[in-house]
């Protein structure tokens, strides 16, 4: 087990903790945008425990470009996984409904941009795309649970435009 296994699994129950919760989703999100805009786009603070994209989305209503900082799970076949958990909130983030609205979109990962399409994973897949994501962080699916709705997976497929 590697050190980064290690504090992965000591900090994973910590992230589902309220206190946690409502100190992430008030204040990671800008210092990962304040990270990633002074090293432009090469360094996440979450890429330090976990895989970490930022998604380049169109608003599903706005029609404006939007960006999301994301762990994401690597699936083995050159695609990433993501879920919308929105740590653990009652409403599915935005991003997952831009998505849905716009499948086409880009990632950036440590610095690398690309294009991708975004495809809903089936409910007959579920168990097994949380059973690969909780392969990297522990119990990542508690936050689908805690939520009281089902969360919005897709899978990223690197597209050559």
């Known amino acids: 087990m590697s050190i980064v296994d290690v504090v992965r699994a000591v900090l994973a129950p910590v992230t589902r903790t309220g206190p946690f919760r409502r100190f992430a989703t008030t204040l990671l999100p800008s210092l990962e945008r304040f990270v990633a805009r002074i090293s432009r786009g090469r360094v996440q ?9 930022t998604l380049h989305t169109i608003g599903a209503r706005s029609g404006e470009p939007r960006d999301a900082p994301l ?3 690597p699936d083995g076949k050159g695609r990433a996984l993501v879920a919308g958990t929105n740590w653990a909130g009652a ?4 991003w997952t409904a831009n998505l849905l609205a716009h499948p086409d979109a880009e990632i950036t990962v440590r610095g690398r941009r690309m ?20 392969a990297q962080w522990p119990d990542y699916r508690d936050y689908e649970r805690d939520s009281g709705r089902t969360a919005r997976i897709f899978v990223l497929q690197p597209v050559h435009r």
Do not use: I, K, Q, Y
């Open 45 to 53: 603070l979450t890429a330090f425990l976990v895989p970490s994209l």
């Open 71 to 73: 762990m994401f799970t």
């Open 91 to 94: 409403r599915h983030p935005a």
């Open 115 to 134: 294009a991708v399409r975004a495809t809903l994973v089936p409910d007959e897949e579920r168990d097994a795309a949380w059973a690969v994501m909780e």
